[in-house]
């Protein structure tokens, strides 16, 4: 069974301290690593889709990482408009398109 | 692009009414579309996936004739949870994606409170 850990479950950061959160999977086969990001009472926004180990994707003060065992969200410099709930998904190459998800770090940035 | 639409945003029903959500993608075509259910404070969980033109694949524990999903054009799938009760209450979200290399985008969710 596919399985996703999102660490820390919680962190404040103040604006412009940088900080990484981390993502470990387990999985039969990765067909892709996903972040997300949900604003409380919204359906989560697409952010990054990382496929191999190695593999690195920016945006703006976002950076993802991944390894064979676990993906990193680096937030550099953040803002309180970063403030979110960062999710990580994992989708496996058995003929479904569904993504596994973690139960999200809840991350506040104090102005 | 890749615009997921959800309808209605919140929704009160009382108990052992049903309610109907409606998941639409706009600018793409989306033969499966994928419902999800969050809880407060927990991740989101694959309800079932939906699949047009033919029955919709239901995870373990998810009772089919509760949660009634129909998949009718290749731009719409509705979920109709049946005599609603109060533990139903939940945060329901739906997902699609223009082809099988995309990744899936999701609508802004249908808050459901059963009294």
């Known amino acids: 069974e596919d399985q996703v850990t999102q660490s820390p479950e919680a962190l404040r950061l103040q604006e412009g301290e940088s900080s990484s959160l981390n993502c470990s999977y387990t999985v039969s086969g990765l067909r892709g690593l996903f972040w997300y990001r949900q604003d409380p009472g919204k359906g989560p926004e697409f952010l990054f889709t990382?496929?191999?180990a190695g593999e690195e994707k920016e945006k703006e003060r976002l950076k993802a990482t991944l390894t064979k065992k676990e993906s990193f969200l680096h937030i550099t410099a953040p803002k309180p408009e970063d403030s979110a709930t960062y999710l990580c998904a994992v989708q496996a190459w058995d003929g479904n398109e569904k993504l596994t998800f973690g139960t999200g770090t809840r991350l506040t940035i104090i102005p | 692009g890749a615009v997921v639409s959800q309808h209605p945003s919140w929704v009160i029903c009382k108990s052992g009414t049903s309610v109907k959500i409606e998941c639409r993608s706009l600018?793409?075509?989306?033969?499966?579309m994928f419902w999800y259910r969050q809880f407060p404070k927990q991740s989101l969980m694959l309800m079932a996936t939906s699949n047009e033109g033919s029955k919709a694949t239901y995870e373990q524990g998810v009772e089919k004739d509760k949660f009634l999903i129909n998949h009718a054009s290749l731009t719409l799938s509705t979920l109709t949870v049946t005599s609603a009760h109060p533990e139903d209450s939940s945060f329901y979200i739906c997902?699609?994606?223009?082809?099988?290399?995309?990744?899936?985008?999701f609508g802004n969710g249908t808050r459901l409170t059963v009294t």
């Open positions: 990382l496929y191999s």
């Open positions: 600018d793409f075509q989306a033969t499966t």
């Open positions: 997902s699609a994606a223009p082809d099988r290399n995309s990744p899936l985008h």
